[in-house]
């Protein structure tokens, strides 16, 4: 498998297909998934020429299960770290969830040359948890709930959260998909406890408002409406508005998990903006 390994020892898995000459996009998966979240996306841009790359972050998939480093700025200078080691130039970097706030604070610091656009997809910045400076954001119990049923039961919370509301699957009609949920539970799975506890404390509670306003480079911000896991009136509807060139563009109906329930609709608008 190919691997770097990080200044304090931790493996980090990643994958890297195409012309090593072609534009990099790199690909930054959600809590608690890995690398594999991409597959299509890997595939649909490694078919149109692109150079593509994901990795599975600190005690997530097959990287190493870390009990050390699970903070958000260790996991962007984990992609810094990463983006030297493969010598990463103009590259376009695309997180979900999560891998939202792991681009945007990643991006905010890049080295000179090694970025050329972010892209947001139902992402988590600015900040997630309500408080006195975000009174609209989501509140503190519903993570504490996360955090008890992870260490309760860790593979029946996994199966719960696909099978509900982050596809979407809860609502009346919904196209229910099993594989994506036995997916979604064999990815969860791989990684590790401790990492994925303390990352429901960097998805919420990191604040990337500072991060957004000092981004340079084209943002694309693309969100569901009917997303019930990070809801758009407190992620995509505020970033659009503190990032200096940015692009938003909202899916009527579409859930958290909206690239992997509905790839053609978002690997079109992707690859536009990519383009452009």
């Known amino acids: 498998m190919a691997s770097i390994t990080t200044s304090d020892g931790t493996n980090l898995f990643y994958k890297d297909w195409g012309p090593k000459d072609a534009q990099p996009i790199m690909f930054h998966h959600g809590w608690p998934l890995s690398s594999d979240d991409w597959d299509n996306q890997m595939l649909y841009f490694r078919s149109h020429g692109y150079r593509v790359i994901a990795h599975d972050r600190r005690g997530h998939g097959r990287s190493d299960q870390s009990d050390i480093g699970n903070d958000m700025e260790t996991y962007a200078?984990?992609?810094?770290?990463?983006?030297?080691?493969?010598?990463?130039?103009?590259?376009?970097?695309?997180?979900?969830?999560t891998g939202g706030g792991e681009v945007v604070r990643y991006a905010a610091r890049a080295e000179r040359g090694r970025l050329a656009k972010a892209v947001l997809i139902a992402a988590i910045p600015p900040m997630m948890v309500r408080s006195v400076a975000n009174p609209d954001g989501v509140p503190r119990d519903v993570f504490d709930g996360f955090r008890s049923a992870l260490a309760a039961n860790r593979a029946q919370f996994y199966r719960d959260v696909p099978s509900g509301s982050f596809y979407g699957f809860n609502r009346e009609?919904?196209?229910?998909?099993?594989?994506?949920?036995?997916?979604w539970w064999r990815?969860?799975?791989?990684?590790?406890?401790?990492?994925h506890y303390d990352c429901i404390a960097v998805f919420s509670e990191t604040d990337f408002t500072e991060d957004l306003r000092t981004i340079t480079v084209p943002v694309l911000i693309m969100h569901g409406e009917d997303d019930q896991v990070v809801p758009i009136g407190n992620s995509a509807h505020k970033a659009i508005r503190l990032v200096r060139d940015g692009t938003l563009i909202t899916y009527p109906g579409l859930s958290h998990g909206l690239f992997a329930t509905h790839p053609d609709v978002v690997n079109r608008d992707l690859l536009v903006f990519i383009r452009a």
């Open 187 to 195: 990815q969860g799975m791989a990684g590790g406890a401790k990492a």
């Open 77 to 97: 200078a984990d992609v810094a770290a990463i983006a030297r080691a493969l010598d990463l130039r103009d590259a376009i970097h695309v997180g979900h969830s």
């Open 173 to 183: 009609g919904a196209n229910v998909s099993q594989g994506l949920i036995d997916n």
